[in-house]
């Protein structure tokens, strides 16, 4: 709490947090994730990158309780993930998903699409829907909204994908090489379009990326080797500060 004298700095919130997580296949025989340990605070933007294979997607389902660790922890809001209902809930409202390939019903149109996960969360109609307007709107595909997925472009996808995925309001957004299947134009403009969504929503992002120019752009960049963080640093930093 503030005095009425000094400004004090709030601590930095932590938003979502890997402790010493361990993910392994086949009883052991692939192990993927040897100890990770990571932490995203509010408001941040955060950058995964290492090479393909280095276990990047992996944490990212982790982080979003897509998957289960082998050993270790995964705290939402200082909450820890366990399976069952009320961990289900919680990521319901607090996390948002992008992948690289959007992972929309094809079938089923880009207002439908967008709708889904405010329908799984039980959010009343209207609400629902004066959300899915104003995201479509400020992503610039309202006039698309009774589309059928399939006849979208790869951008108009992956500006639905992102409309869906914030729907919710969540405070995390988990993004997976979110323009990776996109021309250079148009994976620029999808980033500008996030980065600019993710400020003014105040939404934390964990971002897997090979592009180190998009990775340059955020707070921090979270170098990862053979299951393991290697590095956590501002991307101008000279000084590799090994924080975590
Ligand atoms: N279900 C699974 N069973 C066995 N091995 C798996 C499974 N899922 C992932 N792996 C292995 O885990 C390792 C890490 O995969 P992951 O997808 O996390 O890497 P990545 O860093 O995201 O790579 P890329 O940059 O290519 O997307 C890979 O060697 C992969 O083959
Ligand atoms: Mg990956």
Redesign the pocket.
């Known amino acids: 709490m503030s005095s009425f004298f000094v400004e004090e700095a709030e601590p930095a919130r932590s938003v979502v947090r890997a402790v010493d997580v361990w993910?392994s296949?086949?009883q052991g025989a692939?192990r993927?994730?040897n100890g990770v340990n990571f932490e995203a605070v509010a408001g941040q933007t955060v950058a995964?990158c290492?090479?393909?294979?280095?276990?990047?997607?992996?944490?990212?389902?982790l982080l979003g309780g897509l998957d289960t660790p082998t050993a270790g922890s995964i705290y939402v809001h200082d909450v820890k993930l366990e399976p069952g209902r009320s961990t289900l809930q919680l990521l319901r409202h607090q996390m948002g998903f992008v992948f690289?390939l959007h992972h929309l019903i094809p079938g089923l149109t880009l207002e439908e699409n967008c709708m889904i996960p405010a329908v799984a969360a039980g959010t009343a109609r209207d609400a629902a829907r004066a959300r899915m307007l104003q995201l479509t709107e400020r992503t610039g595909i309202v006039h698309r909204l009774k589309q059928p997925i399939q006849k979208l472009s790869g951008g108009e996808r992956q500006r639905t994908a992102l409309c869906r995925a914030l729907m919710n309001r969540p405070s995390i957004l988990l993004a997976?090489?979110p323009t990776g299947s996109l021309d250079e134009s148009t994976s620029r403009q999808i980033f500008e379009l996030l980065l600019e969504l993710v400020e003014t929503e105040q939404i934390t992002l964990v971002m897997?990326t090979?592009d180190r120019g998009l990775a340059e752009r955020c707070h921090r960049l979270v170098e990862?080797r053979d299951?393991r963080v290697v590095d956590a640093r501002a991307p101008e930093a000279e000084v590799t500060q090994g924080v975590q």
């Not at 290492?50 to 389902?61: A, E, N, Q, V």
Request: net charge negative.
């Open positions: 993910k296949y086949e692939i993927v994730l995964l290492g090479p393909s294979g280095c276990g990047k997607s992996t944490l990212l389902h690289q997976d090489e897997a090979h990862m299951g």
